[in-house]
């Protein structure tokens, strides 16, 4: 079993996009101070590390699947260059009400489950908002509510 840190995009890695607006290209990604090196930190202490994102402005017909892809694709390449990885990064494109991987739902972690062998005993969920806290409680993993991605590590780290 492995022991899993899921990650909320906007707001914790990434700046977060203006109101109403949806962040659709490489330009509009503002990578946050000192998430490389807390992902790479994650990485070399053998965490898998999972993005769990609600994109919303898909349902919204504001952005593409294909979009959230490129953005995801520039993400993995600026990470890279730290010799940082993101292991999965599983996408609700859903509005609110149309699923059961909205978070809080908890549909996202279990796309992960099927994929990995996680120790939730082990793991857990960091976000920017009650959301992101309320799923991953949900999922029955342990979990910060911070937009400091950094500081978050330090604490899982820390044991």
């Known amino acids: 079993m492995r022991n899993a840190v899921f990650l ?5 890695i990434n700046r977060q ?3 109403h607006h949806y962040i659709s ?10 998430v490389p090196e ?8 053998g965490f898998l590390v999972i993005v769990v994102t609600n994109q919303r402005g898909v349902a919204r017909g504001m952005l593409t699947m294909e979009q959230v892809e ?10 890279a ?15 609110d009400g149309e699923c059961t991987c909205r978070k809080p739902n908890i549909g996202l972690f279990l796309m992960a489950e099927k ?12 976000g920017d908002s009650d959301t992101d806290v309320e799923a991953g409680k ?10 400091s991605l950094p500081q978050a590590a330090n604490m899982i780290l820390a044991g």
Not at 81 to 95: E, F, L, R, S, T
């Open 81 to 95: 260059k730290h010799g940082a990885h993101i292991d999965a990064i599983y996408v609700c494109p859903h509005a």
């Open 115 to 126: 994929e990995f062998d996680i120790d939730k005993s082990q793991s857990w969920m960091v």
């Open 38 to 45: 807390a992902i790479k930190r994650l990485n070399d202490a």
């Open 8 to 12: 909320d995009r906007d707001g914790l």
């Open 70 to 79: 490129t953005v995801h694709q520039y993400l993995q390449s600026e990470l």
């Open 138 to 147: 949900r999922y029955g993993v342990l979990s910060i509510l911070t937009n």
């Open 25 to 34: 290209t490489p330009e509009d990604f503002e990578i946050l101070p000192g």
């Open 17 to 19: 996009a203006a109101p």
